[in-house]
């Protein structure tokens, strides 16, 4: 059985350039434009095994989105990555802090992106 990605960026390149990096490594992608659509879809029921998510976007951003669902029991132990340009200590911190289950910085290489998907649903 395919596991599902879903995908949080508010760039519509960026979206789809991760969800066919995921098709290609044999996943199956759901796709949010902010964190206001992915709490969303995965209160309609939409299931993931994973959440890559973006910091930076309009409505509710990735920490906040990270803090929502880590409130969830249903999604306490998704594993969620950041895929964010930011890249400081702080804000790194801060998403430990949240809840972040790993953070890689922008532009990303597709084959790291599989990999780290890969380890963490191992």
Not at 9 to 31: H, K
Not at 56 to 74: E, H
Request: a neutral charge.
């Amino acid at each position: 059985m395919n596991k599902t990605v879903m995908t949080v960026d508010d760039s519509p390149s960026i979206r789809q350039m991760v969800a066919m990096t995921l098709r290609m490594g044999g996943y199956a992608v759901v796709e949010a434009a902010d964190g206001a659509e992915a709490l969303d879809k995965l209160a309609d029921g939409v299931h993931v095994d994973v959440i890559v998510t973006d910091q930076n976007m309009p409505n509710v951003d990735g920490l906040t989105f990270t803090r929502r669902l880590r409130g969830q029991a249903q999604h306490a132990r998704t594993p969620i990555l950041m895929l964010t340009t930011e890249s400081s200590a702080e804000m790194k911190a801060a998403g430990r802090a949240a809840g972040l289950t790993g953070w890689m910085v922008k532009p990303f290489d597709p084959k790291t992106l599989i990999a780290v998907i890969g380890k963490v649903l191992a």
